[in-house]
């Protein structure tokens, strides 16, 4: 299975542009999505295919990166988006990063 | 609007079954691959199963292969997971979700509110 590494947590102030990694054990391409999921609701699609912005998803937020590295970037941040952020791999089999969880301070 | 509603969750003893089911609305379900994806207790996401979007096509994740079976009624719009010998660590939150558009599922661009399953004597 292809893992994918994240940092457990970011505190970030609003206004700031914060920057959220994902590392890939193996070269996905660019088959890496990312998800948002708020407390106690269910994950929804911000990037798919490691930058393509998801249909009525704020600008704020972008995606970058291809092979093993990849980047999501809000900015600026807003209260509204305290949230655990997952990376998606469909390299192979769909593995998920274990999460970030973002904190506004 | 895409509606996904995921049913049958709930209490269950190890080694005995349950079957979930994901009533969809507001698109054509027989367009797309559909999935399941859990969500242990405070813990992250994990890909179960997904199906292809007639249905002779199913792909497992390794922790449910042989246990767990994924299918679906297009008819009906509705999909389906039986899930047998359930175990403790099964225990989670399992999300419907909609694949993306086209013949190779990626993403999972849509997910229902999930339903709730805890395996315990």
Known sequence: DTVLTQSPALAVSPGERVTISCRASESVSTLMHWYQQKPGQQPTLLIYLASNLESGVPARFSGSGSGTDFTLTIDPVEADDTATYYCQQSWNDPTFGSGTKLEIK | ????????????????????????????????????????????????????????????????????????DNAKSTLYLQMDSLRSEDTATYYCARHNIGTTPNWFAYWGQGTLVTVSS
């Open chain 2, 1 to 72: 609007e895409v509606q996904l509603v995921e049913s049958g969750g709930g209490l269950v003893q190890p080694g005995r079954s349950l079957k979930l089911s994901c009533a969809a609305s507001g698109f054509t379900f027989s367009d797309y691959n559909m999935a399941w994806v859990r969500q242990a207790p405070t813990k992250g996401l994990e890909w179960v199963a997904s199906i292809s979007y007639g249905g002779s096509n199913t792909h497992y994740g390794d922790s449910v292969k042989g246990r767990f079976t994924i299918s679906r």
